[in-house]
């Protein structure tokens, strides 16, 4: 069984983000959340990435990196493993299969017994992710739908990854998507903020992803996320 199956909630360090006043990656670890993913559209170097992976890899939960460039992936026995994103509503395929070819050009050390796909919808127009991919994100609920059934059985994607950050998504939007997969799994992420954000995205989305809160607010702000995604877990095992 894959790692994500079992996570209802994600932090995804920013490398090119600080942390929280004097917070520290260990104190991340400790918020409950279930895994952390290193990754962010802009300002990602290899230096920076390789720094946030060795900091968190030396702590008790896994660290998965993601990388928005092939230039900003780090090799190393510090994390667990490799989230390649592939942007299903992008504009330009170098987001779909152009940088995944130079990537494996390029580079000899892929470990493909621990590498992964994200397939991601990408809905905030505002969010550096949309203008980096040109992704077309004037999408009606029953095309995000299609998007992620498309990636599911089409493309045989295991994360689909529907995607507002920087804002709260639509509901209507992320359950469509929820609605419509088997098998696989759906992250939800996008302006994650509180208690109630993190239970209302938790109880159409898998796994949650909260990303700026934890640099903007801290790890007492995303522990409350962690509880709302949990809570609301509990609440559909007993329906
Ligand atoms: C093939 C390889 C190794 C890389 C390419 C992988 C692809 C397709 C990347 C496309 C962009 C993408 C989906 C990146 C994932 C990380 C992400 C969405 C970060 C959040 O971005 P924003 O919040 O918009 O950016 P900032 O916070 O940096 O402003
Ligand atoms: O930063 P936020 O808005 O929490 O978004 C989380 C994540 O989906 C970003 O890739
Ligand atoms: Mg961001």
């Not at 390789?50 to 510090?78: L, Q, T, W």
Request: aromatic share 8%.
């Amino acid at each position: 069984m894959s790692d994500w199956a079992d996570w209802d909630h994600i932090t995804k360090i920013d490398p090119d983000k600080t942390l929280y006043a004097d917070e520290t990656y260990e104190d991340v670890a400790a918020t409950g959340t279930d895994a952390i993913e290193v990754g962010g559209t802009t300002g990602m170097t290899e230096e920076k990435m390789k720094r946030v992976v060795d900091a968190c890899g030396k702590h008790d939960i896994p660290v998965y990196i993601e990388p928005s460039n092939p230039a900003s992936v780090v090799h190393s026995d510090r994390h667990d493993g490799y989230l390649i994103p592939v942007v299903m509503n992008a504009g330009d395929v170098t987001w779909i299969t152009g940088a995944h070819k130079e990537w494996i050009r390029i580079d000899d050390e892929i470990d493909w017994s621990r590498t992964f796909t994200e397939a991601y919808i990408v809905m905030n127009p505002d969010a550096s992710v949309a203008t980096y991919t040109q992704a077309n994100c004037d999408l009606e609920a029953d095309e995000v739908a299609a998007y992620a059934e498309a990636a599911e059985h089409l493309l045989g994607q295991e994360i689909i990854y529907v995607e507002y950050s920087g804002m709260l998504g639509d509901t209507e939007k992320v359950a469509a998507a929820a609605d419509i997969l088997d098998e696989a799994t759906l992250f939800y992420g996008g302006g994650i903020h509180d208690y109630d954000s993190a239970r209302t995205m938790a109880e159409h989305a898998d796994t949650i992803v909260v990303g700026d809160l934890v640099h903007d607010e801290g790890v007492e702000a995303v522990r409350e996320t962690v509880k709302g995604a949990q809570d609301a877990k509990a609440a559909k095992a007993t329906e």
